[in-house]
């Protein structure tokens, strides 16, 4: 079994694919049915689904992402992150704002998307 995607409520599927795209990397590879796809390298595909203002629409409820990304992709992230003045914070609470995480063989901060979901970028220590 492999994964291969998952699907993001949004209000503006295109909005929140290019933040993610921005933060994350892959590549927008466009519309997949009614969703904004996001392909990333290792086939995995995440899908932004433009719910809109629908009058079905029961609102946006906050998720929350964690994504594992490499130690280069992390300080890339986070230099994005501030160079935009986005707040990120250390805790998934959002107390500890400016300031990324330490546990064990892992580091990593908080970020709000442009729907209010919760990504946590990831980066492991590697041994030696």
């Known amino acids: 079994m492999r994964f291969d995607h998952t699907v993001v409520w949004t ?3 295109f909005e929140t694919a290019e933040f993610w ?9 466009g519309r997949v ?6 392909a ?4 995995v ?12 629409d029961p609102g946006i409820q906050q998720q929350r992402y964690a994504i594992t990304v490499s130690d280069d ?3 890339t992230a986070l230099k994005l992150i501030e160079q ?21 063989d892992h580091r990593g901060f908080f970020v709000l998307d442009p729907n209010g979901h919760l990504l946590e970028l990831m980066a ?4 030696s």
Do not use: K, P
């Not at 990333?40 to 086939?43: A, H, I, P, T, V």
């Not at 899908?47 to 079905?56: K, M, Q, V, W, Y």
């Not at 492991?124 to 041994?127: A, G, V």
């Open 84 to 104: 935009r003045r986005i707040r990120y914070w250390a805790d998934a609470r959002r107390t500890e704002e400016g300031n990324t995480y330490r546990h064990g």
């Open 21 to 29: 795209a921005d933060i994350l990397g892959g590549r927008l590879a």
């Open 73 to 75: 992709d992390f300080r």
């Open 11 to 13: 209000a503006d599927g």
């Open 40 to 43: 990333f390298d290792n086939e």
């Open 45 to 56: 595909t995440v899908r932004f689904a433009d719910i809109g203002s629908s009058s079905r």
């Open 33 to 38: 049915g009614w969703d904004i796809a996001l």
């Open 124 to 127: 492991f220590t590697i041994s």
